[in-house]
């Protein structure tokens, strides 16, 4: 923008908040940090300053060693208190410098994203910032143990944790605390997140009610944790539940006087084993869905069978958008008795004319199955609306990659 003309460049140097986005990339990432820094401050009056946002991470080019970190924090920590929002992503090394040298106040961060990339993470407990961070929301942390108790986990609105060692990761205490700090939390994310429940029986919990709650993701964790979530949290505006322990959660719950997500709209089961008594418990308790989604489950035909709208059979009739990617076990038949049964000219208005028909089933998608179909099975699925991905022609699912880190 700059070199388009005199006026343009002007403007542009004029306006501090063009110059608030730095990553460490580029030919000379030193110099071009330095001038924008000087360019986002205001010498005059230093409060009117812009917050500035920092990313250093892998994906954008930025590997550094322990010397690189060290030059580049050298840049940036002077200018901790306009920090609003860091995202770093790097080895353990000199992650763990730079985490030593944020151990000042940062009262303007308010979404912070760290992730060791090295399957083992960091391998001590930090307290960062000084727990002064006043106006934090959005918390991410993969690999990345802090010390669990502070006010930096004080009126969140996003957390995600993922990937900590056994011992790194909060208690179950620690997490009700956690969780009772951030009564707007919106959402929650824990991925193998190394939660201890060794002294689960020692404290007598209460239900927590999260009113604001939108989106839970609960995978690779103790079944204490699921059993605990089970029972004890209500969350009635959540409408997204990914999760990959579903026998263990739905065993512990009474499907007749209570569901901890009464109104889920979105079900997704991630490296799942399905049977069919845990699928019908799961339906009866989710009786608003409108999406359910498999990725990498063994799904049989008795499971899917539960999803067959006819007499006797009611499950999910609000239930729009079907998917099962790389999964296996399910028949082609089966699959086509799902989708006719919920269509507007299937046969269960005949059959049962006072029972109020489902909602049309609008999109089915079956994605990267080796499971083998004639060329007429395909142009049926295409005539009805099934999307039909082999495995040969199915690509890598960065989005699901995502989820699980």
């Excluded at 090295?118 to 407990?125: A, L, N, R, Y």
Aim: charged residues 25%; glycine residues 4%.
């Amino acid at each position: 923008m700059s070199a388009v003309t005199r006026y343009w460049r002007d403007t542009a140097l004029s306006r501090r908040c063009l110059w608030t986005y730095f990553n460490w990339s580029g030919a000379n990432p030193e110099e071009k940090i330095t001038r924008w820094l000087g360019r986002s401050r205001s010498i005059a009056s230093p409060q009117h300053s812009e917050p500035i946002h920092i990313s250093l991470c892998i994906e954008e080019g930025f590997d550094p060693d322990v010397e690189q970190m060290q030059h580049a924090m050298s840049l940036l920590i002077p200018e901790v208190r306009r920090w609003a929002s860091v995202k770093i992503h790097v080895d353990r090394d000199p992650l763990e410098l730079a985490l030593e040298l944020c151990d000042m106040a940062a009262p303007l961060l308010h979404t912070l994203s760290i992730r060791c990339s090295e399957s083992d993470g960091v391998e001590d407990k930090f307290i960062l910032f000084n727990d002064q961070t006043p106006a934090l929301r959005y918390l991410r942390l993969v690999g990345v143990p802090i010390v669990w108790t502070g006010p930096l986990l004080h009126n969140l609105t996003t957390l995600h944790l993922a990937d900590f060692e056994d011992g790194f990761g909060p208690s179950v205490e620690e997490l009700i605390s956690i969780i009772t700090a951030s009564p707007r939390l919106e959402r929650l994310a824990l991925d193998n997140a190394g939660i201890s429940v060794h002294a689960a029986g020692d404290f007598n919990p209460k239900v927590i009610h999260m009113p604001h709650l939108q989106h839970v993701h609960m995978t690779r964790l103790d079944r204490d944790v699921y059993v605990w979530f089970a029972r004890y949290m209500k969350g009635e505006r959540v409408h997204t539940y990914i999760g990959s322990e579903f026998e263990e959660t739905v065993a512990e719950i009474d499907v007749s006087t209570t569901c901890p997500f009464p109104n889920l709209k979105k079900l997704v089961a991630i490296h799942a084993q399905i049977n069919t008594p845990i699928v019908r418990e799961m339906l009866k308790l989710c009786k608003t869905l409108t999406d359910i989604h498999f990725y990498y489950c063994s799904v049989p035909d008795d499971v899917l069978e539960e999803l067959v709208w006819g007499p006797g059979k009611r499950r999910c009739p609000k239930l729009v958008h079907l998917k099962l990617q790389r999964c296996n076990g399910f028949s082609v038949e089966l699959l086509k008795k799902i989708v006719l049964s919920r269509q507007a000219n299937s046969d269960h208005s005949a059959a049962l004319p006072l029972m109020r028909p489902p909602t049309v089933l609008k999109k089915t998608e079956v994605m990267g199955t080796s499971l083998s179909v004639s060329a007429e099975d395909l142009k049926w699925f295409g005539a009805h609306g099934v999307t039909w991905v082999d495995q040969a022609a199915m690509q890598e699912d960065t989005r699901f990659k995502e989820w699980i880190r």
